[in-house]
């Protein structure tokens, strides 16, 4: 054993089955939540089968968004619901990608530290990997692994190996394997159909895995003869086959596992007891009733360029609904292109407006345009990352009187480049890993919005960008009423602005949404959401 590894450690793997896409990160945040709620302290860790060293050179349509840990870590998505489930921050220790084990494995060898032995997949690489998941372990009871792509894919092999060695290396009673899987349903037929299922469970035997439980993504009811026929198929106890049927709220998913007794399962294969000061579900039921049951419900604008893959701005969606949770509303997330020529048709439904983070300049002018539209209309909105920057300029242009005003991200040689590169930024070659990263410290000005809506003078939140409020327009843009309310002191970054002639018009460099969590929503979602249900009224 390495003095690294924790021997009480129990380990619980997700796998997915038949197609991508089929809910493994909620699956293991659910399980996690579950878990958390029995009094055990949960890790998480996400393998992903991409060579990628990270997620963050891959366009949004590829991978969805790309997650940003305190620490200052690009990961996957997935990592965003394990902080949301689980109310914990992850770190970067908690995604691991093949790019990133082989590039470990690779500088091992060219080090000499293999000692002239040939460098192979089994072990090297899957230990490597093995290592990654006990590192994860060090100080937890239980730590879920969720394995990504899909059973048969050849890139997630290696990882498929390296778990099923992990029963091996720590015994049975410490090792538990998860499978989600796909019952589709034929409509021309109206029944579920199994095979799917039972080829991919059949699939992951033959690698050596067999599953201890099986999560069932299903349109309709799982009943129990159909149940039978599965377990019968794919050697699984009835009791031990999970139903996970489309839900209202992914939050009540962990609900749906707790009333199916998965995690009762989960502690009696891992031998592991509740504590006697577990705290239950309860105020997850009473969340979770709150998204379900609104008394309220006002309509939010998301302007953006990424409107065909959702998943772009998963955590954006995610903190808008618990804004919503705060106010006892529903949010209806109107997604807006602004590269679309209806646009302002659809901006006279809204009550709010959101202009999220991007890169690029396709698109730009329309969302300034849309900055300016809720500027002039009074409407409450929210910029964030490129979001204040848009602002920035819609500012500069018709409140300063600086008609050229721009970002020399899109115009370098723009005559009034009112944003610009970060210093640090210039010069950079390579992209991957080296914007302005993780969590900042910000001191917020009292008697101002940012105030108002943090209720204390220092924060820190979470960043991702490499431009800037050029300072050389700072006095010019404030003397035309922008309010930088919030700033990063050591190197006099503005971090918030808003303006002193609208109700309710913050933006901010940073990304709060990264932070905000369904039982303890973000202050600036908190009071965006209540500013829009005021002038929804």
Known sequence: MKPTENKNCKYIFVTGGVVSS?????????????????????????????????????????????FVTEDGAETDLDLGHYERFLNMNMQRENNVTTGKIYEEVILAEREGKYLGKTVQVIPHITNAIKERIRKVGQRKEVVIVEVGGTVGDIESLPFLEAIRQMKIDHGAGNVFYTHVTLIPYLKSSDELKTKPTQHSVGKLREIGIEPNVLVCRTEKP???????????????????????????????????FKEQKLDAILLACLNLKPKKNRKGLQNWIEMVQKIKFPKKEVNIAIAGKYMELKDSYKSLIEALIHGGIS???HVNIRYIDVTHPDLWDQLKLVSGILVPGGFGDRGIESKIAVVSYARTHNIPFLGICLGMQCAVIDIARHLAHLKEANSTEFNPHAKHPVIHMLAEQKNIEKLGGTMRLGVYPCKIKKNTMGFTIYKKENISERHRHRYELNNKFRKK??????VISGEYTQKKLSEIIELKTHPWFVAVQFHPELKSRPLEPHPIFKEFIKAALTYGK
């Open 22 to 66: 089929l809910g493994k990160g909620v699956t293991s945040a659910a399980i996690g939540r579950c878990l958390i709620g029995n009094g055990l302290r949960v890790g998480m860790l996400k393998l992903d089968p991409y060579i990628n060293v990270d997620p963050g050179t891959m366009n949004p349509y590829q991978h969805g968004e790309v």
């Open 222 to 256: 799982l009943e129990l003869d159909l149940k039978e026929k599965i377990g019968l198929f794919c050697n699984v106890p009835v009791q031990n086959i999970i139903a996970a049927p489309d839900v209202s709220t992914i939050y009540e998913i962990p609900l749906l």
């Open 477 to 482: 843009l404030e003397t035309a009423g922008l």
């Open 327 to 329: 106010q006892e509303a």
